[in-house]
Structure formats: C-alpha cells, structure tokens
C-alpha cells in the first residue's frame, strides 16, 4: 500500500513538473514580453525594415487578435473592403529591383523561344489545311497572330523567384479578361493524358493523374488554357462515403483556389477565369486530334458530350455534356513550356497513403517534423516554410489531395512552391480537415508575413468571407462558391490561428514565427544559427 502511494506521489510530481516546464514557464516568457496593449494593424502601427533583400513587417501582439465578428464599424473612406485590403501595408511592401538572376525568363529568350513556337504552328496548320483539302474535309479557318505585348507573354515574363506575379501587374486582370472571351482556334488532350495513352488500367484505384478529364486549348493570339469542365453542381457536397483520391474534381475549386492565393498574397496559382465554352465549335471543330474527335457523342437528350478515351475513366456515363453544347468550365493559363522553364515534381512529406487502409508515417508519428527538418532541402532555407505555407491553404480549401509540388529548377532550393492542381478543393463545408495542417502542427513553425496576413484577413474590416466573396464577383461563373462554402473560410482561418497560437504557448514566439526569406546555407544549421537568422 506504501509502495503504492509512492508511486502515484512520483506519477503526480513528473506530471506536475511537465505541466510547468511546458505550459506554465512559456506563458511567463510570453507575458514578461507583453507591452499590455493590442497593436492595431493599421498603417501608422507599420515599421518595415529591409530583410534579405524584402521588407518584413513588425509583428503585432497577435494573441490579443479581436474577436472574428466584431461589432465595431470599419474605416469609412469609400473603398471596399477587397480594395482597403489591397491597400494595406502588408500588401504593399516595396521590393528591391528584380535582377536578372530573379527572373524566371528574359525578354529576348521568350521572344525567340514563342516566334519559334509561332512558325511551327504555321508549317502545321498549312499541311494539316492541304490534307483536309485532299479528303473534301472543310477546316474552320482563324485569323492567328503572335503578339509580343499579348497579356500571356507578360504574365511570363513576370514569372520572378518569389512569385508568379506582382501584386500590381496589369497583364493578370487582363488576362483573366482575355481566357474568358478569345476566340479558340486549337483544342488537343493535355499532355499528361498524352502520355498515359495506351497504359491506362481501369482496374486501378487510383488514376495515374486524377479522375478529371482536362483539354488544352489554344487562343487566337497563341495563349494556351488548359480547360476542365463542371462535374459537378456547386451545391452537391462530396459524400462522405468517398476517399480524397476518388473524389470529383470541381472546376469552381479552381477559380475560387486561384483567388483565395491571391487575397493571401501567395501568388502561386497561375491565374484562373470561368468560361460558357461550346463544346462543337471551340472544340469538336477545332481540334486536330482524331482521337479526342473520336470521343464525342449525342446523349439521348440529344446533348453534345464528349469522355476521355481510357486515360481516366473509361466508360461513356462519365462523359461531360453541353446544353446542348455549351459547356461551363475553368480556364487556366499555361505556365511556360518545359523546355524552356524547366519545372520538377517534388513527393510532398506530407503525401497521404492513397489506399483504402494505409497509413504514412506522419499519421501515426507526432515528431514526424523532426525527422524531416534534418533532411536536405528541408534543414535550411525556406522550404519547409513553403511547405507550411502550402497546408495553411489547403486548409482553408479543404484540399487533401497534396501528393506532390512543383519549382521552378532556375530558383533552386529558395524558389517558391507552385500551388497547382487545386480542383480536389471546396468539396465539403461542413468539414475541416485539421490533418491537412499537420505540417504546421507538427513543426511549429509560420511565417511572420504569412502569419500577419492571417491575423488582418480575421478582423472584421477585412473578413476573409467578405473579401472572398467580393474577389470572386468579378467571374462570369458567379457564384463561384455557394454561401456555406465561402462562410467555411471564416471558420477555417480561425482554427488555423488557434493552431499557431498553440505552438506560440508551448515554445514561445522567437521558436514559431521565423522571418522571410531566410538566406540559404552550404550545411544544416545549428539551433543557434537559426535563432540569430531569425
């Protein structure tokens, strides 16, 4: 019985002193650091010192952040809350001057590379034109230019190592214009599909590239779309009988992921715009390709509709259709060609087991971060902030369909993640996957500009919904996103900073929230280096 009242003696002592050592202690740090007041985000309250190369913001006393539905009323200077937003501080932080080692691509080489690209399509189409005139087969002819001020080409050349674009680059909001009304002049497979031609198995569980069926399309000006049609209603959520790698793909997931990226200031989608597409005359038409020809059919409703040839799904009743031939869906711009922007495909730690029962590691291992930050290229630089970065807004789309990422290899191990592939995303409401942020979870870290960006967009004058739902108006498509689905981002976003919050109590802010732009480093860093870096 003594023996007994020892032990439960020792049992509550080691508790008691875990309690203070974890929990209590760094709630003291944190209190002796506290100036006693909220520092509001507003302008006045902004101190941008250069850091690596870019400004990063001050942190304010983020714990004292204001309830999410506050009922104090916001500036009233007559702008909207996406316009104030986009006027803040945090989203106008100057940059030094790109070099040309920033750039993704130089004028002279694009320029080259797309005359090239231009000429070649021209040998084609004459040939293609000669043959069809030969088999009485009549051609729809389209007046084709390359224009090297065309909104496209500026896109790509405003490819630089830490975005896809600049928040005021005036060729984006002309190119989304531009995807939803050019005239199509060619429509091909995509070449992933192209690839997976005759080695497609319908037995498998899992497809090679995803259960979508995805065309590329080429503009009158040489720009080139990929388009994925709707599959699915915007009020139909996922059932919650079905795993994440059989799920539908919703063409609206894309164009609301793109402009989610944007509002957080990633700027790693590429830009994304609705389009009413006809599917015989953009299309059908259009194309050169006599397999994709060979895949159109007539419903019984008397619909044009069209399936992919055994590269996904392999039977008739997962075709799309017109009404009856046009046919909405997402349009997104083309990144360069490989051939000239070489990007690779990276296995994301974080990869989900796509099996009906399997599990990885990261499942089942809380430390599982501890592991992957002594792994190169993780153990320095910014990657597995990207990471983290990259989980923050799947999150927030609910997409758990993450297997891999992509760099662009001209940046190295500093270049930024491209969020690609965002179609899995908006699938349930009613659900927060709190899995998806495990890479923020389990290392505990964020960084200061994301985590600042986070804090703004929870305050009631820029309210993630509102601004949201204001960005997606200027879609053709609207409503993107049905009410509950963009109401989930609020609910989201809070849960996210709750979770940095919980890092923040256990091991303190300087362990948390690092600075941007770490330089990279020759060998893994030391504990210390990285608290003097940060």
């Known amino acids: 019985m ?51 190369g870019l400004a990063t913001p001050q942190l304010s006393n983020w714990t004292s952040l204001p309830p999410l539905y506050d009922t104090t009323s916001g500036p009233d200077d007559g702008m909207s809350k996406l316009e104030r937003l986009f006027s803040h501080p945090l989203y106008n932080i100057q940059t030094l001057e790109l070099g040309p080692e920033e750039r993704l691509l130089q004028t002279e080489q694009l320029m080259e590379y797309y005359r090239r690209k231009a000429s070649r399509w021209e040998r084609h189409m004459k040939i293609f034109r000669e043959a069809a005139a030969e088999s009485n087969i009549s051609v729809t002819e389209h007046k084709v230019t390359f224009d090297p001020d065309a909104s496209w080409v500026k896109f790509h050349l405003g490819i ?14 002309k190119l989304l214009k531009e995807m939803q009304s050019m005239t199509v002049i060619s429509a091909d497979y995509t070449q992933d599909e192209k690839a997976l031609k005759g080695a497609c198995d319908c037995t498998q569980v899992v497809k090679p590239s995803g259960h979508h069926l995805k065309l590329a399309l080429k503009m009158q000006n040489f720009a080139k779309a ?28 894309e164009i609301a992921a793109f402009h989610l990226d944007r ?31 060979g895949v159109f059919f007539t419903s019984p409703a008397n619909n044009t509709c069209f399936f992919s040839k055994c590269l996904y799904v392999c039977k008739t009743e997962y ?16 990144l360069p060609g490989l051939s000239i922007a070489p990007r690779i495909s990276i296995p994301n730690p974080w990869i989900r087991s796509y099996t009906f029962s399997g599990r990885e590691e990261w499942e089942v291992n809380p430390f599982f971060c501890d592991t992957i930050k002594q792994m190169y290229p993780y153990n320095s630089g910014n990657r597995l902030l990207n990471i983290i970065d990259m989980s923050i807004f799947d999150f927030l789309i609910g997409n758990m369909d993450r297997h891999h990422y992509e760099i662009f290899t001209r940046f190295g191990d500093e270049g930024f993640l491209l ?12 659900q ?34 509102d601004v949201m739902r204001e960005s997606l108006e200027g879609d053709p498509l609207q409503p993107i996103l049905t009410e509950p689905h963009v109401l989930a981002l609020d609910r989201r976003l809070q849960k996210v900073l709750r979770v940095v919050q919980r890092c923040v109590r256990r091991l303190g802010e300087d362990e948390v929230i690092t600075n941007d732009f770490v330089k990279s480093t020759e060998r893994p860093q030391t504990s210390t280096e990285r608290k003097n870096v940060r």
């Open 160 to 173: 630089n190592r830490y975005a896809l674009y600049s928040r005021d680059d005036p060729a984006v909001p």
């Open 2 to 52: 003594r023996r007994d009242r020892l032990f439960l003696a020792a049992t509550l002592t080691a508790i008691f002193s875990a309690d203070l050592y974890f929990i209590l202690l760094p709630k003291l740090r944190s209190v002796g650091r506290k100036s006693g007041h909220f520092c509001s985000c507003g302008p006045q309250n902004f101190s941008l010192p250069r850091h690596g």
């Open 263 to 293: 509002i957080l200031d990633f700027r790693r989608v590429p830009p994304v715009a609705g389009r009413l597409v006809n599917v015989t005359g953009e299309v059908l038409q259009v194309t050169h390709n006599e397999d994709l020809r």
């Open 432 to 465: 927060d996957e709190m899995t998806i942020l495990a890479p923020l979870s389990q290392c505990c870290m964020i960084k200061r500009s994301t985590l600042m960006r986070l804090q703004l967009l929870a305050r009631r004058e820029y309210k993630l919904s």
């Open 226 to 253: 990929m388009f994925k049609p709707m599959r699915q209603q915007r009020d139909e959520e996922t059932p919650e009988d079905f795993f994440y790698f059989v799920d539908f793909q919703r063409h609206n997931a």
């Open 319 to 334: 075709a799309v259709c017109g009404s009856p031939d046009v046919l909405e869906g997402s349009l997104s711009a083309y």
């Open 419 to 430: 969020h690609l592939d965002n179609a899995r995303g908006f699938g349930r409401h009613s």
